[in-house]
């Protein structure tokens, strides 16, 4: 199963913004307001930070937020923190697996 | 609290056989779905399977199916992953965690390193 695109890397200063994209298809992203998103650091487990495209978990700032257009979910990163780095993966339904996909990971750093 | 609590730390020689558990608390285990998520070193994350605990109905990945079997027992709140003949590409960090929607996941385990090396 072919994962969804991301870009390896990102980065920004403390305080701009930064947004990762998640290109799929329209069998997944494109089909689907089911796509979430996730913030891991090093050696910890994944966090959700956006699910069912834009919408937020109790507890995660609203400095985050998500938007899809088309066959691309993008997560966007306002008033950037140092405590913001980390990989952030999206993943999302697809017609052909209950299980959905992973997208391939983007690498947040704040310069 | 919702907690997933998953076992230690494992180091294996390639050909043998492991389980590893997720223990859930805090929630009624049986109405929710539990998945199962590797992490290969330096990789990102991919799906293994997923297990429904109230009735055992197990989904797996493609990529996964055959090398892996996942199970729980609800009288203990507990899923498993299970190898029956470990390979040295079976090395990860595995995750286990909740299904709350159909791609979001709000708790998740602390992870399980399982290290295969003759």
């Known amino acids: 199963q072919s994962a969804l695109t991301q870009p390896a890397s990102v980065s920004g200063s403390p305080g701009q913004s930064i947004t990762i994209s998640c290109t799929g298809t329209?069998?997944?992203?494109?089909?689907?307001?089911?796509v979430s998103w996730y913030q891991q650091h090093p050696g910890k487990a994944p966090k959700l930070m956006i699910y069912?495209?834009?919408n937020r978990p109790s507890g995660v700032s609203n400095r985050f937020s998500g938007s899809k257009s088309g066959n691309t979910a993008s997560l966007t990163i306002s008033g950037l923190q140092a405590e913001d780095e980390g990989d952030y993966y999206c993943?999302?339904?697809?017609?052909?697996?209950?299980?959905?996909?992973f997208g391939t990971g983007t690498k947040v750093t704040v310069l | 609290e919702v907690q997933l609590v998953q076992s230690g730390a494992e180091v294996k020689k390639p050909g043998e056989s492991l389980k590893i558990s997720c223990k859930g608390s805090g929630y009624s285990f049986t109405n929710y779905w539990i998945g199962w998520v590797r992490q290969m070193p330096g990789k990102g994350l991919e799906w293994m399977g997923i297990i429904h605990p109230g009735d055992s109905d197990t989904r797996y990945s493609p990529s996964l199916q055959g090398q892996v079997t996942i199970s729980a027992d609800k009288s203990i709140s507990t899923a498993y992953v299970q190898w029956s003949s470990l390979k040295a590409s079976d090395t990860a960090m595995y995750y286990c965690a909740r299904r709350d929607g159909l791609t979001h996941f709000i708790y998740w385990g602390q992870g399980t390193l399982v290290t295969v090396s003759s």
């Open positions: 329209s069998s997944d992203v494109g089909g689907y307001n089911y």
């Open positions: 993943t999302s339904y697809r017609s052909s697996s209950t299980l959905g996909v």
């Open positions: 069912d495209v834009s």
